[in-house]
């Protein structure tokens, strides 16, 4: 379980996302829901990046952590 309160949420995220591990911006990517009827949709519920070839969380709901 990750719990995460409004109060630690921050503003809205842009596409990007400068690393805390290397600095250099990433690109922020989204997850997709899957509909009942099998296709999929992109959801902005978690939002994560990609460094070094791990993936860490960058935001909630379209808000920063």
């Given at each position: 379980?990750?719990?995460v309160g409004n109060e630690e949420l921050k503003g809205?995220?842009?596409e990007t996302?400068?690393?805390p591990h290397c600095g250099?911006?990433?690109l922020i990517e989204y997850g997709d829901t899957v509909l009942p009827?099998?296709?999929k949709v992109k959801s902005?519920?978690?939002s994560f990046y990609k460094c070094g070839g791990n993936m860490y969380l960058?935001?909630?709901h379209?808000?920063?952590i």
């Open positions: 379980m990750f719990c809205a995220l842009g996302i400068t690393c250099a911006e990433h009827d099998g296709s902005k519920i978690l960058a935001g909630i379209g808000r920063a």
